[in-house]
């Protein structure tokens, strides 16, 4: 697969078509209302320095742009740009797509309004075509005894995301915990895969039931033809029909049976980082 020429340069062209497919509406069309400022300032604004991230296994880089941080306006605003240039093949993944799923990701978490991806967009940055991502700064202190319970159900709120976008890598080292005890789950790009292919370090919550203000905002959309049809017309111009499909299916099901699924203990286990 990752030998193929005529195979790659067919996906560098299809992707390139879903990159400018995606565009057409805005870099903040699906983004959550409070995202809103920050997603076009990440489109948008001008780039003052850009370094390189020598962790991970795609190349991966640090943009500082000329606006600031939203959370932090003392700060300069800051992103994670992934250029579909510096993507390593998978066996598994079609080539040059990795990109389009981290937006992807961020649109679902957007329609559920759940705030836990960071505001996430599509940018042709400086070595091409790519995703940028909000960097978040994580909390300056451990959170406390009175965080647990809010800490307990952003993580299964996650954990809700991952089933819905087939999360297939879902290390620890993804989920960060920023000011005021918020969660935020980053590095989303192993996704929407049309098969069954969930790992997560949250494997322990197979079998159990997903809270019901969860599941509330997942009915909701489910249920509302408008907002699906407008959340799967935006994930088409991102993902193949294929993995569009499959997507609907697992919202369908999931609301049929509001139970996080069981996944096998060994694959379904992320390969982490240590």
């Known amino acids: 697969m990752a030998g193929d020429s005529g195979g790659d340069a067919e996906n560098v062209g299809r992707g390139r078509s879903r990159f400018e497919a995606a565009l057409t509406e805005g870099p903040a069309g699906g983004g959550r209302q409070a995202d ?3 997603l076009r300032a990440l489109a948008e604004a001008p780039i003052e320095g850009t370094g390189q991230l020598l962790y991970g296994s795609n190349a991966v880089f640090l ?3 000329d606006a ?3 959370d932090l306006p003392d700060e300069p605003l800051r992103a994670v740009y992934k250029p579909t240039r510096g993507e390593r093949p998978l066996w598994d993944f079609p080539r040059h797509t990795l990109y389009l799923r981290e937006t992807a990701t961020y649109l679902v978490d957007a329609a559920l309004d759940l ?3 960071p505001p996430t967009t599509l940018r042709d940055g400086p070595l091409g075509p790519g995703s940028v991502q ?3 700064h994580p909390a300056e202190h451990d959170p406390g005894p009175d965080d647990a319970d809010s800490l307990e159900l952003q993580l299964r709120q996650v954990a809700l995301l991952d089933v819905l976008v087939n999360n297939a890598d879902r290390k620890r080292a993804h989920l960060l915990v920023t000011q005021g005890a918020r969660v935020r789950a980053i590095d989303n790009a192993l ?6 292919r969930q790992r997560t370090a949250l494997i322990a919550l197979g079998g159990t039931q997903i809270p019901r203000s969860a599941e509330a905002r997942l009915r909701a959309l489910a249920d509302d033809a408008a907002r ?12 193949s029909s294929e993995e569009v499909d499959a997507f609907v299916h697992r919202v369908r099901e999931l609301t049929a ?3 996080y699924p069981v996944l096998d203990d060994w694959d379904g286990r992320p390969f982490e980082w240590w």
Not at 191 to 196: K, S, V
Not at 228 to 239: E, G, I, K, P, T
């Open 134 to 136: 909000l960097f978040v």
């Open 191 to 196: 996704t929407f895969l049309p098969y069954p």
């Open 36 to 38: 809103v400022e920050t």
């Open 257 to 259: 049976d509001p139970v």
């Open 68 to 70: 600031p941080d939203p």
């Open 115 to 117: 705030g836990h991806v």
């Open 228 to 239: 699906m049809n407008a959340l799967s017309a935006r994930l088409a111009r991102l993902l």
């Open 63 to 65: 943009i500082e742009f």
